[in-house]
């Protein structure tokens, strides 16, 4: 049989019949409303961010002026004015170039935060765990969901009795005799039938990359965006392969189908579900109760010690010496109430750092049991949906703390404020970006073994394929 | 002659590998799940009782200082887990588990568990209740789909017509061998639960037994739904494979791709606002007072009349210590404001994922297990509301200190641990099942429906097979 009577073929069995019509409508309105909805959140995520930077902008402009007046005139009108303990500077988490291919455990974590003598490393990021907890756990439909868990369930409904069919009806042998090219009019079809649906889902995943995300660089998206297509492609040959060797090597339509949705489920559901289960069991996260105890633990030692810290500060800086003039007393104990609560939540954040750290080491070895979770973690590493990032954005918020603190907290012990060019030296909150090269060499090993995986089922496949016609029959 | 076939579909189940093999992962699931459930119900209330204990030693032991200080160090409030977390978990993990209880702000509730849970699990969250919701359904549909259609193609179903027995007596045979043998598969899982649920949880739930029969019937419910729609689907099907495909693409469908899509939907339609706006609406609340310059001075000169005196340090108490307790009054109301429109945007949001339910039965038991098991959003502000409750008296208590027992001191009084010691700790009886069930109506009558209308289609189904073959 010749490719364009396969063609020709599968254009009145699949590609142009209802079953392939409403494949192929039903993918693309999954991917519009997969990627509609990613974009609407990302959205409403940069408009809040935007709002909440000039607010606190605004606010900063304000307290400079006030730094300005105090030292043109040496005098405050308020000793509020102008105070380092007032300075608060906002810290951003924008979203990701592909933010709307992948929400992941994104939508989880914080993306802003109040940098000021106020905050300790435990208790920067509060406030914000505002969302309706139940759509919250149900999670959202993305581009990434899509890939992983839909695409797979409609390449084998697709495909699962190409040869059985044909089998059970007899057409397989009419074929053989006939043509006597078995293999090649399956492979062909089989072909076919996928690179229809994976085409289908490409040209509209590629429409929805061109669409502008809020904020994000055009080249940077879709440089992302090529690496996150090949990911998923590579998934795709997964599955490709997986469903090629079972239509060959089982019989029965329904067995080669129910054998597929057992795998489907095993590899997309039960593996992760277990991996993350043996990870948390075996890796427990810290209290977040006890690094709250520790916290307080730390914040009452200060309260009670609080003059001794203080001149503990003082005699680290001799060249401030301390002002007569009346600033509440709060002021100070509560920043060296906070100076304090961090150095004792250190140990714990470091605790959180490792044992989370084992959890995803351990992972990354159970994701060699399932391709599903290998493409879901590259994928959304790629979109940056990953909880890498967040915690990326959490350790620079608080690095960033840490360094307002030695720059206010001489001043605030001594009841002084900082000058305008201690003021002008601190640098605004900047997330830096992981770069796509990072996130690829971090997912390298896990993908070329699902892409070897993935040559060697279609290998398997092929060989099984070419096999005399009495075996394949 | 019913007997005979649930014991030939029993027979026939137990013979079939995959059944075998699918059975096998389901008691392996299940085990995992009851396992993890332990452990993370007594992780819960290790860690909450230890954080309780360190609470109420630092809140004593902070030393003399002035009350309304102590009331901005505060203390907070810990979530107790009620018992039946260990089969269903709910929201918890997407919700705070301590709140902080401060002066001149109601907080949200802070530490939400998901967030330490990396990002292995995200498609299952591995519990008692997530087999039975999401893993069973697939299992049944995978176990069942030839249940008819099978014997339809190997003509054995002709036979059985040729007997002459009722399309009903067969389906309450095949619907009684499948029941079973499904039973025997999802029994460790609901012993194992049992288990779980008998060895901890922080929450003394007063109706624990009411629940635990809702939990019964929901699910009986439920699972009497779904062996309906695949024993009918099966009838329907010409072919095995067309029933394997239908019912895999029901539960993909109904189980995967609603829940999530409406999800989505309800969060686009009703947004939640952003964290910088909820910060800023509790802040402008917290601060109303103290920006209303009108406000302090009609208060003031009305406790200047009120005590015929002129100047506020000739007040019988202290004025600071007065106001600081007026301006927490005053903010009660603007902070039931902030919240009530907070609630009304997530009813909204719920009442989309329950309209979705009569698509998606699985939403509408997911939604119910929780509620019945005491770890639902609605359990969740109960909770919330009591640490509220608990936050006012505790302010109040600190504040009449410092404007009654200071001698006009004002914020130079200061209070010894006597004080701290009289602030008691936050308790907290989650509210009885009957007090929130209305908000679960619907969940109720959808599953019920599905329950009926999964017999009935079975019914239906299988007579029209016995018809057909039987011509």
Known sequence: MSLSTTIALERKLFLFSGQGLVTALSI???VLLSALGGKADIARTAAAQSAFLDERNEAIEEWRGALIAYEETGEAESPYDARPMNLRIPAVLPPAPLADF??????????TAVLTGWANPADLFSRYELDNPAPLSIGRLDLSFLVVVLLPLIMIA?????LASDREGGRAKLVAVQAGQLHRSVWERLWLRNASIWATFSVAAVMMALLPASGADMGMRLLHFAAWLAIAWIYGAFW???????????KKGETVASALFAA????????PAVGGALAEGLYPPPSRLAFLSEMRKGEVAAIRQTAALTAGILADHPEMTVSDEAVPAFFNSAYVANREAGKRTTPVLIAFEESRNQRLSLVSYVQYASPSLIADRALTAVAGGDIERAMAYQRQARQALAELFDVIGPAVAAKQRISLAQFEAIPAFQYKERSLGDILASSAVPL???????LGLIALARRRLAAPLEQIL | MIAALAQNEWRSLWRNGVFVGLAAGMLALSIGAASLSFQRIATFDRERAAAEAVDREVWDNQGERNPHSAAHFARYAFKPIPRLAGFDPGVTDYTGLALWMEAHHQNPAVFRRAEDLGDAGRFADLSPAWILQYAAPLFLFLILFGSVAGEREQG????LAATGLPSRAVLLGKLSGAGLAALAIITPTLLLSLLVISTGGSATLSDIG????GLVLAYALYLTAILGIAIGVSALAREKRTALIALVAVWAGAFVLLPRITAGLAVAIHPSPAASSMENQLGEASMAYYVDEELQESLKASLLAENGVDKVEELPFDYNGYTLQFSEEHAHPLFEAVYDRLDRTYQRQDGLLALASLASPVLAIDALSAGLAGTDRLHHDAFRWDAEAHRRTTVKALNDDMTYNSGNAGYAHIANEDLWHQIEDFDHTPPPFSSIWARYWLNILVLMAYAVGGMVFAVFAMGRAQREVAR
């Open chain 2, 210 to 213: 009411v629940r635990t029969i």
């Open chain 1, 264 to 271: 489907w489920a095993m590899f997309v559901f039960a593996v």
């Open chain 1, 158 to 162: 697709a495909s699962f009795d190409i």
């Open chain 1, 448 to 454: 070329a073994y699902l892409l070897l995986l993935s």
């Open chain 1, 240 to 250: 490709f392969g997986l469903i090629a060797l079972a239509i060959i090597v089982i």
């Open chain 1, 102 to 111: 992948a929400g992941g455990s994104a939508e989880l974590y914080p993306t």
């Open chain 1, 28 to 30: 693309v309105a999954l």
């Open chain 2, 156 to 159: 054995t179903l002709r036979q």
